[in-house]
């Protein structure tokens, strides 16, 4: 097999750093004087949390963001010793652990009592970031138990187990700037951080904004915001593209045509035979399918070949899938790139694949299985010019 690279592949997620960087880089600034927290969750939402975090710490982020302590140990495993918050838990979670690895542990209700025992066992006080529930209904503490979670802080903060360095919340419509439960999911957070101080916590952080609410609401981002997608360069609006918010999309998915050939009118194409060619054509094997993390639900996506798009018809197979050229006339195109999407002019962006397949861009990048070698590039991600920066990471 030929070493993964970004100019010998077959199937691809080439990644570029700096685009990561970039997009860091415009956070830092919308967000300012709040901090930035890079969110590499789900292997950096498909990218590669190792790569993209340290990319991100380069660039000015001051904290990283994920949901399992597993992920952040994974991150202090490769030497990374920024500051780390981890914030979805079940009994079974090795606080002990995330304790050792100087990693803080958001804290919802239940888990505080455990990080307390934890904390107990290593000798050395935790630091927590209390999570209130502002609306989303899913982690957090409910505001009618607010005061008695607080209490709970105090009394273990008094004990020299814990200290809580911060209070947070999460936001469930700012994707949708319009709608007023973002107002209230700030009101009930700024309520939540003054009862939190009234009872005399020393908060380092208040923290609530995801992507869409960084973008669109300054008055949300008290000390830090916490970025996932936009780091990716990918756009939280429906209506907005990453060019129009300045952001840079950081993965190019891209393969080979692995077959090439005329068809008659008629022709079917793929499992079911949805779809049958109008007229004499071409038909392309793209050797990518849901095995890959496509989703099979995406035929009337398009990909780019040759600076033109076709369209991907019939259904997506697990290991390819095929698109129509529409002409009788195309040359052997086998071996040639093609691209599923990218941040370049010509090519589908993961938008547009998200929209086929009746989903959003955050699990367009996110589901591409580990069966697509990952590849950095430092800059000109789909252009030749790109400097390999390792492979694999
Ligand atoms: C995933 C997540 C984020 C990042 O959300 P984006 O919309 O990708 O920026 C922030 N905070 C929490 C609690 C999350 O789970």
Same mark, same amino acid.
């Given at each position: 097999m030929k070493p993964a690279s970004s100019e010998s592949f077959e199937r691809q997620a080439l990644i570029d750093l700096e685009a990561v960087r970039h997009n860091v880089r415009h956070f830092l600034e919308v967000a300012q004087p709040a901090r930035v927290m890079a969110v590499v969750k789900a292997d950096g939402y498909g990218h590669g949390a190792v790569p993209v975090a340290k990319a991100a710490l380069e660039a000015g982020a001051a904290w990283l963001g994920v949901a399992h302590i597993t992920e952040a140990l994974a991150l202090r495993a490769a030497g990374i010793d920024a500051p780390i918050l981890a914030w979805l838990h079940t009994p079974e979670s090795d606080f002990t652990a995330a304790l050792t690895a100087n990693v803080d542990i958001g804290i919802s209700g239940w888990e505080i009592d455990h990080v307390a025992a934890a904390a107990k066992e290593v000798q050395r006080p935790a630091r927590v970031?209390? =999570?209130?529930?502002?609306?989303?209904?899913? @982690?957090?503490?409910?505001?009618?138990?607010?005061?008695?979670?607080?209490?709970?802080?105090?009394?273990?903060?008094?004990?020299?187990?814990?200290?809580?360095?911060?209070? #947070?919340?999460?936001?469930?419509?700012?994707?949708?700037?319009?709608?007023?439960?973002?107002?209230?999911?700030?009101?009930r957070f700024r309520d939540a951080v003054a009862l939190a101080e009234d009872a005399g916590l020393d908060l380092e952080v208040r923290h609530l904004a995801n992507t869409p609410g960084t973008l669109s609401r300054p008055d949300a981002h008290f000390d830090m915001?916490?970025?996932?997608?936009?780091?990716?360069? $990918?756009?939280? #609006?429906? @209506?907005?593209?990453?060019?129009? %918010?300045? %952001?840079?999309? !950081?993965?190019? %998915?891209?393969?080979?045509?692995? @077959?090439? =050939?005329?068809?008659?009118?008629?022709?079917?194409?793929?499992?079911? $035979?949805?779809?049958?060619?109008?007229?004499?054509?071409?038909?392309?094997?793209?050797?990518?399918?849901?095995? &890959?993390?496509?989703?099979?639900? !995406?035929?009337?996506?398009?990909?780019?070949? /040759?600076?033109?798009?076709?369209?991907?018809?019939?259904?997506?197979?697990?290991?390819? #899938?095929?698109?129509? $050229?529409?002409?009788?006339?195309?040359?052997?195109?086998?071996?040639?790139?093609?691209? %599923? #999407? /990218?941040?370049?002019? &010509?090519?589908?962006? !993961?938008?547009?694949?998200? !929209?086929?397949?009746?989903?959003i861009n955050y699990e367009i990048v996110t589901r591409i299985s580990p069966r697509v070698p990952r590849v950095y590039v430092d800059g000109e991600a789909s252009n030749d010019g790109g400097v390999p920066a390792g492979s694999d990471a």
């Amino acid at each position: 097999m030929k070493p993964a690279s970004s100019e010998s592949f077959e199937r691809q997620a080439l990644i570029d750093l700096e685009a990561v960087r970039h997009n860091v880089r415009h956070f830092l600034e919308v967000a300012q004087p709040a901090r930035v927290m890079a969110v590499v969750k789900a292997d950096g939402y498909g990218h590669g949390a190792v790569p993209v975090a340290k990319a991100a710490l380069e660039a000015g982020a001051a904290w990283l963001g994920v949901a399992h302590i597993t992920e952040a140990l994974a991150l202090r495993a490769a030497g990374i010793d920024a500051p780390i918050l981890a914030w979805l838990h079940t009994p079974e979670s090795d606080f002990t652990a995330a304790l050792t690895a100087n990693v803080d542990i958001g804290i919802s209700g239940w888990e505080i009592d455990h990080v307390a025992a934890a904390a107990k066992e290593v000798q050395r006080p935790a630091r927590v970031h209390l =999570k209130i529930d502002t609306g989303m209904g899913r @982690n957090g503490c409910t505001p009618e138990r607010w005061e008695e979670l607080i209490g709970q802080a105090t009394a273990y903060q008094e004990e020299g187990l814990l200290r809580v360095v911060g209070v #947070f919340s999460h936001l469930a419509v700012a994707d949708e700037p319009r709608r007023p439960e973002t107002d209230e999911q700030i009101d009930r957070f700024r309520d939540a951080v003054a009862l939190a101080e009234d009872a005399g916590l020393d908060l380092e952080v208040r923290h609530l904004a995801n992507t869409p609410g960084t973008l669109s609401r300054p008055d949300a981002h008290f000390d830090m915001v916490r970025v996932g997608l936009g780091i990716y360069g $990918l756009s939280p #609006f429906e @209506n907005e593209r990453p060019a129009d %918010l300045k %952001l840079r999309p !950081a993965m190019t %998915l891209r393969s080979r045509v692995a @077959n090439c =050939k005329r068809v008659l009118q008629g022709q079917g194409v793929s499992y079911g $035979l949805r779809y049958k060619t109008d007229a004499p054509s071409t038909l392309v094997l793209v050797p990518m399918g849901y095995g &890959d993390g496509i989703p099979r639900t !995406a035929s009337g996506a398009q990909v780019e070949i /040759g600076g033109k798009r076709y369209d991907v018809v019939g259904r997506v197979a697990m290991d390819q #899938f095929v698109v129509d $050229l529409r002409t009788a006339e195309s040359p052997d195109l086998v071996g040639e790139e093609v691209t %599923l #999407f /990218g941040p370049g002019e &010509d090519a589908p962006g !993961a938008e547009d694949w998200a !929209a086929a397949a009746g989903t959003i861009n955050y699990e367009i990048v996110t589901r591409i299985s580990p069966r697509v070698p990952r590849v950095y590039v430092d800059g000109e991600a789909s252009n030749d010019g790109g400097v390999p920066a390792g492979s694999d990471a």
